[in-house]
C-alpha cells in the first residue's frame, strides 16, 4: 500500500475553503432568524426641499390666527422650537413632547440644552395650533410616509 503525502499548501487551502463554508452557512442561519427590516426610514441628511418653518399663534379670546396640519403623506420632524408657550395637536398639549428641543434664546430667555438633537415626530393629518394667546414657531421637516 502506498503512504499517502499531504501537500501543505493544499491542506491550508482546504481548511481555509472549509471556514467560509462554515462561516457564510452561519449568517444565512443568522439572517434568517432576524429578518431585514420591512418599513423604509430615512438616514442621512435631510434635503432642503423638506424643510420648513411652522408658526402658530392664538389671540387672548382663542381664535386661532395661524395654525398647521401636517399633509397627510408626511410626517413633521421638529428640530427646534422656540416659546415657552402650550403647542396642541389635535387639541391635546404636547409641549411635554416637545420641551426636548425647546431653545428660548431667541425670546431673551437663557437658552436651554437641545437634548443631544432629539426629535418629536408629529404624525400625518395632525392639526397643530398655539395655546390661548400664545405663538410658537417650529422649525423641522416633512419626511415622507413610507
Same mark, same amino acid.
Given at each position: 500500500m502506498k503512504p499517502i503525502t499531504l501537500h501543505p499548501l493544499s491542506v491550508l487551502f482546504g481548511l481555509a475553503l472549509a471556514g467560509v463554508l462554515v462561516v457564510v452557512s452561519a449568517a444565512q442561519g443568522t439572517r434568517d432568524k432576524f429578518p431585514l427590516p420591512k418599513e $423604509?426610514? =430615512? $438616514? *442621512? +441628511? $435631510?434635503?432642503? +426641499?423638506?424643510?420648513? %418653518?411652522v408658526e402658530l399663534n392664538t389671540s387672548s379670546? *382663542?381664535?386661532?390666527?395661524?395654525?398647521f396640519?401636517?399633509?397627510?403623506?408626511?410626517? =413633521?420632524?421638529?428640530? %427646534?422650537?422656540?416659546?415657552?408657550? $402650550?403647542?396642541?395637536?389635535? *387639541?391635546?398639549?404636547? #409641549? !411635554?413632547? %416637545?420641551?426636548?428641543v425647546t431653545i428660548n434664546a %431667541? #425670546? !431673551?430667555g437663557s437658552p436651554l440644552p437641545d437634548r443631544n438633537g432629539t426629535h418629536a415626530v408629529v404624525p400625518p393629518g395632525t392639526l397643530l395650533t398655539a395655546?390661548?394667546?400664545? =405663538?410658537?414657531?417650529l422649525w423641522g421637516y416633512l419626511e415622507p410616509r413610507n
Amino acid at each position: 500500500m502506498k503512504p499517502i503525502t499531504l501537500h501543505p499548501l493544499s491542506v491550508l487551502f482546504g481548511l481555509a475553503l472549509a471556514g467560509v463554508l462554515v462561516v457564510v452557512s452561519a449568517a444565512q442561519g443568522t439572517r434568517d432568524k432576524f429578518p431585514l427590516p420591512k418599513e $423604509v426610514h =430615512f $438616514v *442621512g +441628511e $435631510v434635503p432642503a +426641499e423638506w424643510w420648513t %418653518l411652522v408658526e402658530l399663534n392664538t389671540s387672548s379670546d *382663542g381664535t386661532t390666527l395661524n395654525s398647521f396640519t401636517v399633509p397627510l403623506d408626511r410626517y =413633521f420632524v421638529v428640530t %427646534l422650537m422656540q416659546s415657552n408657550n $402650550v403647542v396642541l395637536a389635535n *387639541g391635546q398639549s404636547i #409641549s !411635554g413632547l %416637545l420641551y426636548p428641543v425647546t431653545i428660548n434664546a %431667541l #425670546s !431673551g430667555g437663557s437658552p436651554l440644552p437641545d437634548r443631544n438633537g432629539t426629535h418629536a415626530v408629529v404624525p400625518p393629518g395632525t392639526l397643530l395650533t398655539a395655546s390661548n394667546n400664545s =405663538f410658537a414657531q417650529l422649525w423641522g421637516y416633512l419626511e415622507p410616509r413610507n
